[in-house]
């Protein structure tokens, strides 16, 4: 008969048992020791001298394993902090976004301003491919301001009837233009570096939101004995510390059409809220339909609970009695 083996909780309990209690007993049996069960023996030699029972060496065996591997990764646990603050890198604090509860949406006066940072600052170095000028519509601009941006951008397009390819006025389809033909001319112009595209940044990296804010906000000068590469420029929340961007955002580099005071943080704020709405267009939409679906099933669970009294209250409510016949 074929017989399947299966590692039961109480098989492994039985083996790891087995082995422990062995390791004990070796240097009993005249075996060769390795120094780490010698140590481990040595760590348990005490218990034996007092003729323990099987059952208390055996814990014993126990603790002198958890020693060694409570030691193991205590060592590798308190060397960490000391590899991390050798990375030079900061983490982001936490800041609080308008968009980010549970019931909240997004600010559009600041996905409108973040637009115009993005279209007027990072836009010269930084592509995203998959926002369309028609996904702004509704959301910062109404449609004819859309439409106005976009014919403002010529789009090369075709082949016509002759074959050539042609520019012509943008439109709502098209999507934002990219500002190097290929990453190989984005690297060129860019000291090496290549600017990633900023379409799904936000989820892209870790503590998104926060860390984009802090990296935008984070340029100054380098501690003492922090030697920064030519080119690079450092930013302690930039894994390493020295990032190829230089810093991109001053006071007043752009203009506010609603007036706002163009300050960094400000601009840094208004930036990110439109990058974290890029990365995640139907945010609002779908924290809309967490609350509808949850009312309704809310009220659907009321006449569950409704029809299932009633319909089992006739057997919860009976009385079965036998009687002699
Ligand atoms: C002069 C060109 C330039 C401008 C302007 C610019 N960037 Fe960058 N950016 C870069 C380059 C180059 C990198 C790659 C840096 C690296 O890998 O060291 C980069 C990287 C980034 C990163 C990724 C960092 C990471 O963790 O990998 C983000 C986010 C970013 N930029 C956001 C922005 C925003 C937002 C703006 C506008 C406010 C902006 N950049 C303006 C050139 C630019």
Redesign the pocket.
């Given at each position: 008969m074929k017989t399947t083996w299966r590692p039961t909780w109480a098989l492994i309990h039985r083996l790891y048992v087995k082995t422990t209690s062995r390791i004990v007993h070796q240097p009993k049996l005249g075996f060769q020791t390795s120094p780490f069960q010698t140590s481990l023996f040595v760590l348990s030699s005490a218990e034996q001298e007092q003729g323990g029972s099987s059952k208390s060496r055996q814990s014993h065996a126990f603790a002198s394993f958890a020693t060694v591997a409570a030691t193991v990764f205590g060592t590798i646990y308190m060397t960490c902090p000391i590899l991390k603050a050798d990375d030079e890198t900061l983490e982001p604090p936490k800041y609080p976004w308008n968009h980010s509860g549970p019931l909240s949406s997004f600010d559009a006066a600041a996905i409108r301003r973040g637009h115009q940072?993005?279209k007027n600052?990072?836009?010269?170095?930084?592509s995203m491919e998959s926002i369309a000028y028609r996904n702004l519509v509704g959301v910062a601009y109404t449609e004819e301001e859309a439409k106005a941006m976009a014919e403002e951008e010529e789009v090369e397009d075709g082949p016509n009837e002759e074959g050539e390819m042609f520019t012509r006025p943008g439109r709502l389809s098209d999507h934002f233009p990219a500002p190097y033909p290929n990453d190989e001319a984005?690297r060129y112009?860019?000291?090496g570096?290549?600017?990633?595209d900023?379409s799904y940044?936000v989820k892209a990296?870790h503590h998104g939101e926060d860390?984009?804010f802090a990296?935008?906000t984070g340029y100054r000068d380098p501690p003492e004995g922090v030697n920064i590469r030519e080119g690079?420029n450092y930013n302690p929340y930039?894994?390493g510390g020295?990032?190829?961007?230089?810093r991109?955002?001053y006071d007043g580099a752009v203009e506010f059409d609603d007036g706002t005071p163009a300050t960094t943080s400000q601009?840094?704020k208004d930036?990110?809220t439109f990058?974290a709405w890029a990365s995640d267009p139907k945010q609002d939409e779908r924290k809309k339909m967490g609350v509808q679906a949850i009312f309704t099933l809310s009220v659907l669970y009321i006449f569950a609970l409704y029809t299932k009294r009633l319909r089992w209250s006739l057997y919860k409510s009976r009385r079965i009695e036998f009687r002699d016949m």
């Open positions: 940072v993005y600052v990072c836009a010269s170095c930084h984005a112009a860019n000291n570096a290549l600017p990633p900023l940044i990296r860390y984009i990296l935008l690079l930039f894994v020295q990032i190829a961007m230089a991109a955002l601009m840094a930036v990110v990058l």
